[in-house]
C-alpha cells in the first residue's frame, strides 16, 4: 500500500516560494500518478496538479500554471511540489494523493496524505 506523507509546509510571504515534498512510507510511487489539491478554510478541496505515472507528464489547475511545477525522484520516492510567486489564496492545506491516472477529479485518487499547511503572510 501506498502511504504518502507531505512535508514543508510552514508560512510564507505572498509573492515567496515555497517547496512541498511528499514521500511513501509504504510501497514506492513508480508507476503511480501522483497529485496534489488543497482545501483552505470553509472551502471546497481543489486539485493544483499531479504528474503521471511515467513522469512524462504534468498537469496543473490554470490558476497556478506557470507558477508551480512539480518534480519526481522515483528513485527516492519522492514527489515536489514547487510554488512560486505565492497569492493569498494559496493559503491551505496541502494533499499529496496517489492513483493510476494522472486527472483533476479526487475521486481518482485512491491514497491521501494527512496534510501539510501553508499560511501565507501579507
Known amino acids: 500500500q501506498v502511504q504518502p506523507v507531505e512535508s514543508g509546509g510552514g508560512v510564507v510571504q505572498a509573492g515567496g516560494s515555497l517547496r512541498l515534498s511528499c514521500a511513501s512510507s509504504?510501497?514506492?510511487?513508480?508507476?503511480?500518478?501522483v497529485g496534489w489539491f488543497r482545501q483552505a478554510p470553509g472551502k471546497e478541496r481543489v486539485v493544483v496538479g499531479g504528474?503521471?505515472?511515467?513522469?512524462?507528464?504534468?498537469s496543473f489547475e490554470d490558476s497556478v500554471k506557470g507558477r508551480f511545477t512539480i518534480s519526481r525522484d522515483d528513485g527516492e520516492n519522492t514527489v515536489c511540489l514547487h510554488m512560486t510567486r505565492l497569492l493569498p489564496e494559496a493559503a491551505a492545506v496541502y494533499h499529496c494523493?496517489?492513483?493510476?491516472?494522472?486527472?483533476?477529479?479526487?475521486?481518482?485518487?485512491?491514497?491521501w496524505g494527512q496534510g501539510t499547511p501553508v499560511t501565507l503572510s501579507s
Open positions: 509504504g510501497r514506492t510511487f513508480s508507476y503511480y500518478a
Open positions: 504528474s503521471s505515472g511515467d513522469s512524462r507528464r504534468t
Open positions: 494523493v496517489v492513483g493510476g491516472r494522472l486527472a483533476h477529479a479526487a475521486k481518482k485518487y485512491l491514497y
